[in-house]
């Protein structure tokens, strides 16, 4: 599927901010979450088929139009993403404490991965979150907690965690300094119910239903 999972994502953020819309401007007029919103923007999850189309609809922007601005694969076997392209990620008004730096995100041979740097503030408010993705988190400095489902593990410098974000998840900093973390994200393709990918011959999106990683049907919805 080349990039266009990832770029989705980076695409209604930048057709956002070119007309002036908030993630809440946005996530009301679709009738959705900021969260939600806030997510699909940095790559955290995948929207549904019927979701995305009401996000470009909140967007005020026309299908082509969306997809004409996609970046297409490069044709190498690496990716490089430079330090200008980095960016602050814009969340959602609900958290409070956490800053996001987002480092990469992109996709190789149909493997989407992301990572960002991010600083937990002594008595951070968060929601717990769930995300499309393999979740890996190093802990640079400070002491952080981790609540994933029910259970809490705390992490302390140098110390690594592995798990599956579709586990409701969020990082708790009970401590008295900042904690900050390394944060990659490995995308879970064909475990959401729709994932969608632009077809450059021919203008329309392609809906691929999978079940238990079978390839169950494929619907031009164009």
Do not use: W
């Not at 999850?45 to 082509?64: D, N």
């Not at 008595?123 to 499309?132: F, L, P, Y």
């Amino acid at each position: 599927m080349e990039d266009y999972l990832i770029g989705i994502g980076k695409r209604i953020k930048q057709i956002r901010k070119n007309n002036k819309k908030t993630i809440n401007d946005v996530a009301i007029s679709a009738g959705v979450t900021a969260g939600l919103i806030s997510r699909i923007e940095n790559g955290r999850t995948i929207p549904s088929l019927p979701v995305f189309l009401k996000i470009v609809g909140a967007l005020e922007t026309e299908m082509t139009d969306f997809f004409d601005g996609i970046p297409k694969a490069n044709g190498h076997n690496f990716l490089v993403t430079r330090k200008d392209e980095q960016s602050v990620i814009e969340k959602e008004d609900e958290a409070v404490g956490f800053s996001y730096n987002y480092i990469f995100g992109k996709q190789l041979n149909s493997v989407g991965f992301e990572s960002v740097l991010l600083e937990v503030q002594p008595n951070s408010e968060r929601d717990k979150v769930v995300t499309d993705a393999f979740e890996f988190k190093y802990i640079l400095t400070g002491e952080c907690y981790y609540e994933i489902g029910d259970q809490e593990v705390l992490l302390k410098e140098g110390d690594s965690i592995f798990f599956d974000g579709r586990i409701p998840h969020v990082p708790i900093n009970k401590g008295k300094v900042p904690s900050k973390m390394f944060c990659g994200s490995q995308l879970l393709a064909g475990l959401s119910s729709c994932q969608y990918t632009y077809c450059p011959s021919a203008v329309g999106i392609f809906t691929l239903f999978n079940i238990n990683n079978r390839v169950t049907g494929l619907q031009n919805i164009f």
